[in-house]
């Protein structure tokens, strides 16, 4: 465009304005006859652009990577998605919306503008994301999914500007407002101005006060005291992980010398378990489905990996899935932050860095900042030369007359659209119904619920003097808890009236959320009433269970483990060191199911005090290949003295498809002294029920002993031949918390496997325990295994309550 403009200038004033084809062909010749002015500049601005960009270019072309397409609002499409519109569109675009008239007529009368009026179009389209097919069409498949189309509304509203500022210098102080204080009077001009000023003014306070009404990003964060912990003991050494810190992730991570798994620039990952999926960021993974979830939960499993050892979380909805893949509760820190930590986690391992010639080193850290020198310099020095050469007396003859109708529309628009859109959002604040019929009056109850905004919910209640807000918090406190909704998100309301009359209604209500152990789905029947014009929710009946005992007790075993036994400042000592616990593999066994092989068996803690174990398996395949798998969330990490646990590690390579292709198996585990998660829940009673074809059905009955409420009651389900060889296991959550002195029961189905699964004996398997080889103990039977259809189950509780953190 720059180009273009500079030969319209140089050609005659009458070959401006005759037929465009003529003009288009008087372009060219232009061109043709400056064509050494065209090709220095083209070649002096090629060259500088690509001298300031080749350190990035040669990077990414001699160490690329294959990035999934990361979803991204601003390719959605604008109409069926209407908040990204709102954030990519219409809000840093409303006032070039606003303008277009008068802008496309200064664009269009003069033809030197025509290139610019081509990329402002065309960069207009190319932001409207997916609202059209035509950008997809114009940038192709892989573009479109790899770009952020944002850019491209910015680099809109950059050429809009000076057109923008031309008209509405007009409308204040030129022709524009001549036109209406001659045609009117100066009153409705002012009036005219005033209210398209006050109503642009309040658009610009909503959208800096968004946040308030639609939180965008957590609250803020005091970063310090996570400083201070990674700063002291070496904590360092290890990589750490951010869980619901929003964009402050990287506010921390720029202020500390710790190196973490996460991060913004997305171009530069390079672990497969990132690249492979479309996630932006592990730290709002509960934001980005199943698939941000499954990558979170492959960093947590596989910590070692990555030298990954402390997670920093300011979201309890990971507490359940940091919980069941091994990880421990340490310190609250002095800012509310929840410190996890995994045991058994080596330090970070020395990698060299990438080979980077200097010169491109010096390039990057220093073409960037001369560019913009560069720039203010050219600047100034031809700001000086028009006032030298009067130029800007020139530039301020230029004609702003624009015709009648582009007068009306252009200023009338900014009013009218703001106004609007003001009007739009204060109607939908204040005077939207939200009582109007049974499925809107139910829909708005459970948002209310999902962001737990009790006190709002509670006013969709039919109002009864028996039944007050207190009554309402009173039994919500000891009925309600658990997984649902505790520890869960919203994802999906479906409401199904089963009677509708003039004043009353039945309807089902089935709920689907998202939780980081996987979905969860409930279904409830609420009545409702029509009074005053409004729909009511009947509060349902609240039955109490109290436990018999008044006052309960419960002897708990805590171990302490004191930690250094020298004040030194160095890493370890002699005097520091701890003797590894004992523990013993009682079962090992690999198993193939269909399409599935995978790896179960059972780990005794033969010591005397609590132990946290690290499980990784190692197979080698036939071709020297070695995988390293983790267990995930079916095994019990933390053991009480002479406890024990089942465990099962999936085996997801491609290469398993064919047993013959793996050569031997090798089990490590590695232990450490724990004082924290040993405590699962105490002992549920159970019976099963043989269903026919191998389904079992389990009746799980829980009786919760301990003085502290069961937060997420759960059984460890393993199936078992008479021989007590382990076939499976799995984990089973209950929905709702367990109070203390109360009973819960809930059964699970479970379909067997030994009859058409197999035991590949044929294949190797080693274990060793803390780098020590060691022998599998001799198969012992399991009596009650064996009376209860071959299930054995173990508790596998979450607690919230920190009573290892005193």
């Known amino acids: 465009p720059t180009i273009f403009m500079a030969l319209v200038d140089g050609m005659r004033k009458e070959q401006k304005t005759g037929n465009f084809f003529v003009f288009v062909l008087d372009v060219i010749v232009e061109a043709l006859n400056r064509y050494r002015q065209i090709l220095s500049f083209g070649i002096l601005m090629i060259l500088f652009a690509v001298g300031l960009i080749f350190p990035y270019w040669f990077w990414s072309a001699t160490d690329p990577i294959t990035q999934v397409s990361i979803p991204h609002g601003s390719r959605d499409n604008f109409i069926e998605e209407f908040s990204s519109g709102l954030v990519f569109y219409i809000i840093p675009l409303a006032m070039v919306v606003a303008l277009l008239p008068a802008m496309t007529y200064d664009l269009i009368k003069k033809r030197r503008f025509l290139a610019w009026a081509v990329s402002l179009f065309l960069c207009l389209l190319l932001g409207s994301g997916n609202t059209t097919p035509l950008p997809k069409m114009l940038l192709g498949e892989n573009a479109f999914n790899i770009l952020t189309l944002d850019r491209f509304g910015f680099w809109a509203s950059i050429i809009a500007l000076p057109f923008m500022a031309k008209f509405i210098n007009s409308f204040l102080n030129g022709s524009v407002k001549q036109f209406w204080v001659k045609r009117y009077s100066e009153r409705t001009h002012f009036i005219l101005s005033g209210l398209s000023g006050f109503s642009y003014l309040l658009f610009i306070a909503f959208i800096f006060h968004l946040g308030s009404f639609r939180p965008l990003q957590p609250p803020e964060v005091d970063i310090q005291p996570i400083q201070n912990f990674l700063n002291r003991d070496e904590h ?310 109290i436990p018999e005992e008044q006052v309960r007790s419960y002897t708990y075993t805590l171990f302490k483990k004191q930690g250094k036994r020298v004040i030194s400042s160095f890493p370890t000592v002699k005097d520091d060191r701890v003797k590894k616990p004992f523990a013993a593999f009682k079962q090992v066994n690999l198993i193939q199911n269909g399409d599935r092989t995978f790896l179960t068996g059972e780990i005794l803690n033969a010591d005397a005090f609590p132990i946290g174990v690290a499980l990784k398996a190692v197979v080698k395949y036939k071709n020297g290949q070695l995988v390293n798998y983790y267990p995930t969330t079916a095994f019990q990490y933390n053991l009480a003295p002479k406890g024990s646990s089942f465990f099962q590690i999936d085996l997801d390579s491609p290469a398993l498809t064919e047993s013959d292709q793996i050569s031997d198996v090798h089990v490590f585990a590695d232990t450490d002294v724990s004082e924290r998660g040993y405590i699962h829940g105490g002992t549920p009673g159970y019976s099963t029920v043989d269903m026919g074809d191998g389904l079992i059905k389990i009746n799980t009955k829980y009786y919760n002993e301990l003085t502290l409420d069961i937060n997420i009651p759960g059984i460890l389900i393993a199936e078992k031949d008479d021989n007590g060889t382990v076939w499976q296991v799995q984990q089973e959550l209950h929905p709702t918390s367990l109070r203390s002195g109360l009973n819960l029961e809930f059964d699970t189905d479970v379909q067997l496997i030994q009859e058409y699964a197999q035991r590949l004996s044929n294949i190797p398997v080693q274990v060793s325990i803390n780098g020590q080889p060691r022998e599998i103990l001799a198969l012992e039977k399991d009596d009650l295994a064996i009376r209860n259809s071959g299930i054995a189950i173990l508790p596998h509780c979450f607690i919230s309550q920190e009573i290892f953190l005193q």
């Open 236 to 545: 360092m050494r290890w990589r750490y992980l951010t869980l619901g810190f929003g964009d402050q992730m990287a506010w921390l991570s720029a202020n500390t010398m710790a190196a973490t798994v996460d991060g913004n620039y997305h171009s530069a990952r390079r672990l497969p378990e990132l690249t492979s999926r479309p996630v932006e960021r592990l730290e709002n993974a509960k934001f980005l489905g199943p698939e941000g979830l499954a990558s979170l939960q492959d960093f947590l499993t596989r910590a070692e990996k990555y030298q990954l050892k402390y997670v920093f979380s300011n979201d309890r909805y990971y507490d359940p899935l940091l919980y069941y893949t091994g990880w421990n509760r340490t310190i609250r820190l002095e800012n509310g932050i929840m410190v996890w930590e995994k045991k058994n986690i080596s330090t970070i391992k020395p990698v060299d860095p990438t080979d980077l010639h200097p010169t491109l080193k010096y390039m990057w850290g220093i073409f960037p900042l001369c560019s913009l020198a560069i720039a203010m310099l050219l600047t100034t020095f031809y700001l000086i030369k028009l006032k030298t050469h009067d130029g800007f007396g020139f530039l301020i003859l230029n004609n702003d007359q624009y015709p009648k109708r582009i007068i009306y529309v252009t200023s009338l628009i900014p009013l009218v659209f703001f106004s609007c859109f003001m009007g739009l959002q204060i109607h939908e604040l204040l005077f939207i119904k939200k009582q109007s019929d049974p499925t809107t009056t139910i829909k708005h109850f459970y948002h209310e619920l999902d962001f737990q905004r009790f006190e709002d919910a509670f006013k969709f209640f039919a109002p009864t003097p028996t039944y007050s807000l207190d009554q309402y918090l009173l039994e919500k406190s000891v009925n309600d808890g658990g997984i649902l909704p505790s520890y869960a998100k919203l994802e999906e309301v479906r409401v199904v009236e089963l009677k509708r009359s003039q004043d009353s209604s039945r309807a089902s209500v089935h709920t689907k959320w998202n939780t980081s152990l996987g979905y969860q789905e409930k279904t409830e029947l609420l009545d409702l009433v029509y009074r005053d014009g409004r729909w009511y929710i009947i509060p349902p009946e609240f039955t109490p269970e």
